[in-house]
């Protein structure tokens, strides 16, 4: 049984990788943001947001990069549970040869692990700081996988790079939606 997170909460895939711009995979694997990376987070600084967030970021060097030029000068809080997916012995190869997402590489970590991993983040991170809007600077796998937990069923396509993702909670689901 899915857990249900308590409020809507937001959703940043990290700026542009260089295993992005080279369709490399890096799911554990620390790469830095390119250029676009950083001016894409930088844009990010330029939005208007919530008066009341609270800052969230995966471990990676991506996603605390992007955090700290979307956000400059505000504190935020590493969780691990917000890490990419570990592809095992698929670090570092071609997208194309990443293997079926229900198949657990070798070496790596399985997709129903990694659900329940960014489930129980989720839903820990939406109980803290009741009038607070939880923005939480992560990956595609995890973005992915919140996806399948509470909207569609679905994982749908990779999403863009450094675009908040709101997952708008209505009753007992949730609707996602680029702000």
Not at 27 to 55: F, H, K, M, N, Y
Not at 145 to 152: D, N, Q, S, Y
Not at 158 to 167: C, D, M, V, W
């Amino acid at each position: 049984m899915t857990e249900i997170p308590a409020k809507s909460f937001c959703l940043i895939r990290h700026g542009e990788t260089t295993a992005n711009a080279e369709g490399l995979i890096a799911g554990r694997t620390d790469v830095p943001l390119t250029e676009l990376g950083r001016a894409q987070a930088r844009a990010l600084s330029r939005r208007d947001w919530p008066a009341r967030i609270a800052l969230y970021a995966s471990p990676m060097a991506r996603a605390q990069e992007t955090c700290e030029l979307a956000f400059p000068d505000r504190p935020f809080t590493l969780h691990e549970g917000l890490r990419e997916r570990d592809w095992g012995v698929y670090e570092g190869r071609p997208l194309r040869t990443q293997p079926d997402r229900n198949t657990t590489p070798e070496q790596g970590e399985s997709w129903p692990d990694m659900i329940r991993r960014v489930e129980r983040a989720i839903v820990g991170i939406c109980q803290t700081g009741t009038d607070t809007l939880p923005v939480l600077v992560c990956h595609s796998g995890v973005i992915r996988a919140a996806r399948l937990l509470w909207t569609t069923g679905e994982v749908g396509s990779r999403p863009p790079n450094a675009t908040p993702l709101l997952f708008e909670r209505s009753g007992s689901t949730f609707k996602e939606k680029t702000l």
